[in-house]
């Protein structure tokens, strides 16, 4: 039986996603190169009708840019905080997808924009270290979201909420998606570090970096550490705080930075490492 959610995503002009069928595997992609896999209403009809599907975050097939405020820790205290202020200047409804735990907002933007972290808190494990609990984080370029429909690993269905549809999703000024940034940022228990601005002055390919064509070639080259290929042909570096290159080479994400992008972002990201260790 085909699976009729990947259907609907592929009418509605979204990059569908083919998501494990139980555990922890209904979060994760099945198949390598999903991150710019295009794929076609024969292609999904064969994938199996009791996996997930997700979605592709970043630019879609109808040329719009889609990016997920994704609300997890104390989503309960967080996101009706967060709602209550969006409401009184956002006058479309909002797209909401939830799982009974945690909440994802979906929204067009006309240009990409990398995931970040926006909100979170530190919390001590017990054994010396810290783990993050992230109260807001945006899914976009080299991110994917699990759909409406399927079904989270606790047991719950994915499911809309306020009665809304994906054709609802509203599209964002740029202006209007940096307020929901900065509203976000707003959140944030995290100790205050200086401001990294990669993705505002993104080095310029030029000189002995002009021959480089991606992500992947680049940490290979100057990063030089060992890899580990990661389920779905992500590849992560070693000792450097959880750096992760997309399989196809063309993202990146430092889950200890908490930023991301593409090669000139990386190149910025790397470079003031470098700086800051002279």
């Known amino acids: 039986m085909a699976n009729e959610k990947a259907l609907r995503l592929l009418e509605l002009g979204l990059h569908p996603v083919l998501l494990g069928s139980a555990g922890d595997d209904l979060k994760r992609p099945l198949r390598k190169g999903w991150q710019t896999a295009v794929y076609t209403p024969e292609d999904v009809s064969r994938w199996p009708s009791r996996n997930n599907v997700g979605i592709r975050c970043g630019r879609q097939r109808n040329n719009r840019a889609l990016v997920v405020f994704d609300f997890d820790e104390e989503a309960r205290r967080v996101f009706p905080a ?38 979170g808190r530190y919390a001590d494990t017990g054994n010396g270290r810290k783990r993050l609990g992230k109260f807001i984080e945006t899914l976009g370029r080299g991110r994917q979201v699990v759909s409406a429909g399927s079904r989270h690993p606790g047991g719950k269905q994915y499911r809309f909420s306020r009665g809304v549809r994906y054709e609802d ?43 480089i064509q991606n992500c992947l070639e680049y940490a290979r080259r100057y990063l030089g550490t060992d890899e580990r290929i990661e389920r779905n042909g992500d590849i992560r570096f070693l000792g450097h705080g959880g750096l992760l290159v997309t399989a196809d080479g063309r993202g990146w994400y430092s889950f200890s930075e908490e930023t991301g992008g593409g090669l000139a972002e990386l190149v910025a990201w790397h470079q003031a490492l470098a700086g800051e260790g002279a």
């Open 82 to 119: 967060w709602v209550s202020q969006v409401s009184g200047w956002l006058n479309e409804p909002l797209v909401v997808v939830t799982s009974g735990r945690g909440c994802h907002v979906y929204f067009y933007t006309k240009a990409e924009h990398p995931g970040q972290t926006l909100a």
């Open 169 to 211: 999703i509203p599209t964002l000024t740029e202006e209007a998606y940096q307020a929901l940034v900065a509203l976000s940022k707003s959140f944030d228990k995290r100790p205050v570090k200086p401001e990294r601005s990669l993705s505002v002055r993104p080095v310029k390919r030029s000189g002995k970096f002009g021959d």
